[in-house]
Nanobody, 118 residues
Framework: QVQLVESGGGLVQAGGSLRLSCAAS????????MGWSRQAPGKQRELVAS???????NYTDSVKDRFTISRDNAKNTVYLQMNSLKPEDTAVYYC????????????WGQGTQVTVSS
């Protein structure tokens, strides 16, 4: 059974930092592209960052130079370091996994709430 379990969300003031973690089980973690998406109330879910099995990263423009995605294959965990947080970063953040040669995300976590106060 595949599980992606996020942690690290919470309430932070604007300008602050949070680090999200996503622990994966039931998949060959090192072979999967991992991603972080977010969904704010009334908005569509958007992909924030992704990291391939080879470590190549990609970010949406609004978080470039503020967020960093990384992975530890030994721990089957992907991280999202979020710095200089803004109120518009407030959302539920979801971890996802995509198998090799797949175009859609195969698995999703349950989400963790991030709230940034002004």
């Amino acid at each position: 059974q595949v599980q992606l379990v996020e942690s690290g969300g919470g309430l932070v003031q604007a300008g602050g930092s949070l680090r999200l973690s996503c622990a994966a089980s039931g998949i060959i973690f090192s072979a999967n592209t991992m991603g972080w998406s977010r969904q704010a109330p009334g908005k569509q879910r958007e992909l924030v960052a992704s990291i391939t099995s080879g470590g190549r990263t990609n970010y949406t423009d609004s978080v470039k130079d503020r967020f960093t995605i990384s992975r530890d294959n030994a721990k089957n965990t992907v991280y999202l370091q979020m710095n200089s947080l803004k109120p518009e970063d407030t959302a539920v953040y979801y971890c996802s996994a995509r198998r090799l040669f797949r175009s859609n995300w195969d698995y999703w976590g349950q989400g963790t709430q991030v709230t940034v106060s002004s």
